[in-house]
């Protein structure tokens, strides 16, 4: 199997070693010269402008709260991106912040008229 099918076949299966070594791999992080928590929120901005997936949100958040990041804080990113990314993503991003929150956003949603 040659080199890049052997990495994406890994990567496909979400193979642990593979992901913790991507994960590892934060070069910018030092040289932004940003505090953990801040440098994870901006991540979780990048997030919503790249209109991330499920994964992407549920890492951002993990990342965030385990650089001190509250709920309240993770939530304010989203409205401080919204100028930005506009009003579109920052909707399609909240149910999945609320639910990498672990928020049952599918129980909040039962008896609303949507």
Known sequence: MDDYTDRLRKLALGDEALVASLLAAEPNREASGLEDKIY????????VAVDGGQASYQLAVERALAAGATPDEIAGTLLAVVCLTGVPR???AAPKVALALGYDVEAALEGLDV
Not at 40 to 47: D, E, M
């Open 40 to 47: 994870a929120l901006v991540r979780l901005g990048t997030t």
């Open 90 to 92: 920052a909707v399609a």
